[in-house]
């Protein structure tokens, strides 16, 4: 089956410009991720979709970064008037669910992400 | 605070030797779930094996097998027979389950490169 989407999966902007990243999450994943990987670093959170609610949004860098998703479905991140440290690479991630009686989670799968460069 | 720590920026394993990736952890929350990933270089973004804090036993997954040291905190990968395929960056995560968050909080990775 198909996994993780993500596009574009190159994405070259002008200083100031909006951008628009979609991700398709695997069929039937109630939950969806989004995270920022700089040069050299490791992942750092976003936001998570539950269904199509956001219940934790602390990871949003500031106001010019917002995310919808559509039902169970398709999201994406919008950045308005990006700025050069808004470079890196945009993973999305899906999983089952978040919790079960055993506290386990489902392990999220990640698409191959959008590589984002602000000129 | 929710913390985790892999102290190893690189790592040099010979070939079908077997090599471990540290990982310590904070966490307040008695309920979690501790993942490694494995990033080729192309960028992807691989699971690779997953310990909740109530399981008994320490996971094991193939060749990938996770030291799950409760009490001091520590999640550490074995990667036994160690592959040319296998050098990549490798990501500790985890996820605590006793608050409203989703997300999986990452350290900043270990590099391993295989030598033939």
């Known amino acids: 089956g198909a996994g993780v989407s993500q596009s574009p999966s190159n994405k070259v902007t002008e200083k100031g410009k909006d951008v628009e990243l979609r991700c398709d999450p695997i069929?039937?994943?109630?939950?969806l991720y989004w995270y920022r990987q700089r040069l050299g670093q490791g992942l750092e959170f976003l936001i998570y979709?539950?269904?199509?609610?956001?219940?934790?949004k602390s990871g949003l860098p500031s106001d010019r970064f917002s995310a919808e998703r559509t039902g169970e479905s398709v999201s994406t991140l919008t950045i308005q008037r990006t700025q050069q440290e808004d470079s890196a690479v945009y993973l999305c991630?899906?999983?089952?669910?978040?919790?079960?009686?055993?506290?386990?989670?489902?392990?999220?799968?990640f698409g191959d992400g959008t590589r984002l460069s602000i000129l | 605070a929710q913390k985790i720590t892999q102290t190893q920026p690189g790592m040099f394993v010979q070939e079908k030797e077997a090599v471990t990736l540290d990982c310590t952890y904070d966490?307040?929350?008695?309920?979690?779930?501790l993942f490694w990933y494995k990033q080729p270089s192309s960028g992807e973004m691989i699971f690779l094996i997953y310990?909740?804090?109530?399981?008994?036993q320490n996971a094991t997954e193939g060749r990938y097998s996770l030291n799950f040291q409760k009490a001091r905190k520590s999640a550490n990968l074995v990667i036994s027979a160690s592959q040319l395929g296998d050098s990549a960056m490798y990501f500790c995560?985890?996820?605590?389950?006793?608050?409203?968050?989703?997300?999986?909080?990452f350290g900043k990775g270990t590099k391993l490169s295989v030598k033939p």
């Open positions: 069929s039937g994943h109630t939950a």
């Open positions: 310990q909740g804090s109530y399981d008994q």
């Open positions: 966490t307040s929350d008695p309920s979690y779930g």
């Open positions: 979709f539950q269904g199509n609610s956001a219940p934790d």
């Open positions: 991630a899906s999983s089952l669910h978040i919790r079960s009686n055993r506290g386990i989670d489902q392990p999220q799968h």
């Open positions: 995560a985890m996820m605590n389950y006793g608050g409203s968050q989703g997300n999986l909080i």
